[in-house]
């Protein structure tokens, strides 16, 4: 029986086909490494929110607290108190789902403590808004980085068919 035998086209073939797959699997690594490190930068977008923030009047002491839980969320925190009287606590959830980013509060005592889920519509020059046009009040959050240690939080839209605003500055104590 004779011993087969290679034709030298047919190993250059081989070695071909080989080194196109090495080169298809590196590229595809590199794709996913990029997709990978890319995949949260709507909520990379908002780490300046990271850190606890106070704005303090005469009549009230309004605070919100940030920190990262991981890659994709945030977790806040605020409230407000008048005087002794704690008037308003919330606890916020800042989500990042596919490439989209949600904002998700729910306010003790109001909305039969529900969530209410807003969707971010612009973040640009260190600003984010976020809408949800079904919600009574506000239809609307935005927040602004001012300086590294100020920004300025409001909450606005339509309340008994009139225009409202609210806005909280804040300055950064962490």
Known sequence: MEKF???PYFKLNIVFAISVIIISCSNSNQKINENSKSSFTQIENASWLIGEWQNITEKVYVSEIWIKKNDSTYIGKGYS???KDTVSEESIL???KGTQLFYTSTVKNQNNNQSI???LTSSANNQLV???PEHDFPQKISYTLITN???LAEVSGM???KQRSEKFPMTRIK
């Open 5 to 7: 035998k290679m034709k």
């Open 81 to 83: 108190v008048a005087g």
């Open 94 to 96: 800042l989500e990042q």
């Open 117 to 119: 889920k807003f969707t």
């Open 130 to 132: 976020f809408e949800n």
């Open 149 to 151: 240690d100020s920004l």
């Open 159 to 161: 309340m008994n068919s």
